[in-house]
């Protein structure tokens, strides 16, 4: 496979075009259009964080899947000598073909034939393993999995209702490698169990999917049914069971919320309690400018106290500037983009860089005419005192 082909985890910077949304949730692309950039996007703006954690939970999913296929085949290889079984080394081998935990986990739309086919042979080789009684599934005649029994509904329970929405704090999942780490040790203790898999499985059925589950997003009534069923009464933990939902989920986001992340972001570098700040700042200051000038007009103040027309006039135009075009001119050229409210990042995407200095200048310029005109205007024009 070319170099092409396979995602990197870090950033690339010789990209001259604005990032796709595969490329933001494959950890490719650098502030402010990063995956942390756009989960604070979906969590303060476009108020659907849940449809991205559940996006991450499903993609975390297929990790853990891979690191106890991983697992699994390194047990085959111990416990098998040099020259026994011939059966156990051809498990081996196919266990071989499923491909590395870092391998794309992206929609299916996203992925080459030969990434498909080895998820696809992932999912069908755990759910042979579930038939043949290795799984923990109600079709092996295990304990019947509630919303109430289930790791997700354990865990929701001991969060309180008031940080489910617009509080919530950036989940770890895939915002860091810790979940790596963990599971790359090679102590027993670090091993991933089957169970595992069905507890991940659980936890995203009843923490998003079932009607009045915590956190429930919006899918097609027919995905949401043959995943459950898939779940339920299968006994089925592979990932193949969400490629629906997971589907639909990315389409979703790449429609309704991508497009305005990149109006926000790669465009300005303003959040929108900081432009309304601006606004109210800059009606403020222009209404004191004009007053003051027409006052000094009227009063017939000589030249070099209309002078002082300049602080107020300058202030008003800027920021009213920076908030119908969404960004701060001398910020943006400093590098620096708004996150949160007063938090900012540096500007790391080379392209946006780019976007956002030209845009900054722009605004400059308009600014700059702008407001010389009312100066000149204000200590030019002749006074008449009334």
Not at 38 to 51: G, L, T
Not at 192 to 198: H, Q
Not at 351 to 380: D, E, M, S
């Amino acid at each position: 496979m070319s170099n092409m082909d396979t995602p990197s985890p870090h950033p690339d910077y010789t990209r001259n075009r604005l990032p796709t949304l595969h490329e933001v949730l494959q950890r490719r692309t650098s502030a402010p259009v990063d995956l942390f950039s756009f989960y604070i996007y979906m969590r303060d703006q476009q108020r659907s964080v849940d449809y991205l954690d559940f996006w991450l939970d499903v993609t975390q999913h297929l990790v853990l899947c891979r690191h106890y296929v991983r697992d699994l085949r390194r047990s085959v290889l111990v416990e098998t000598p040099e020259l026994e079984k011939a059966g156990s080394k051809r498990s081996s081998m196919i266990l071989d073909q499923f491909g590395e935990v870092n391998d794309p986990a992206g929609p299916s739309t996203h992925l080459n034939e030969s990434e498909k086919g080895r998820d696809q042979q992932l999912s069908a080789f755990l759910r042979q393993e579930n038939g043949n009684g290795n799984g923990n599934g109600v079709a092996n005649g295990g304990p019947h999995h509630s919303p109430q029994s289930s790791l997700g509904s354990q865990q929701s329970g001991m969060r309180g209702s008031g940080d489910r929405r617009s509080e919530r704090r950036p989940r770890a999942s895939f915002m860091s490698s810790n979940f790596d780490r963990h599971y790359s040790d090679d102590s027993p203790a670090h091993t991933v169990a089957r169970s595992d898999l069905r507890s991940s499985a659980e936890k995203i059925l009843y923490t998003f999917l079932l009607p009045g589950s915590e956190r429930e997003i919006i899918l097609p009534p027919g995905i949401i049914q043959d995943v459950t069923a898939g779940i339920e009464d299968d006994g089925r933990d592979d990932p193949e069971v969400f490629d629906a939902a997971k589907d639909y989920t990315y389409q979703a986001m790449e429609r309704d919320a991508y497009p305005g992340f990149l109006r926000s972001k790669a465009l300005g570098n303003l959040i929108p309690p900081s432009i309304g700040l601006r606004l109210a700042i800059g009606l403020l200051a222009l209404a004191g400018a004009l007053w003051a000038g027409f006052a000094c007009i009227f009063l017939n103040k000589p030249k070099h106290v209309r002078c002082w027309l300049i602080l107020p006039f300058t202030i008003g135009i800027y920021c009213l500037a920076s908030q119908q075009y969404a960004i701060d001119p001398v910020l943006a050229l400093a590098g620096l983009s708004e996150y949160t409210f007063m938090n900012w990042s540096r500007i790391k995407e080379p392209y946006v860089r780019q976007l956002l200095n030209k845009r900054a200048l722009t605004v400059l310029f308009w600014t700059v005419l702008v407001g010389v005109a009312l100066i000149i205007l204000f200590i030019f024009v002749p006074g008449r005192r009334l």
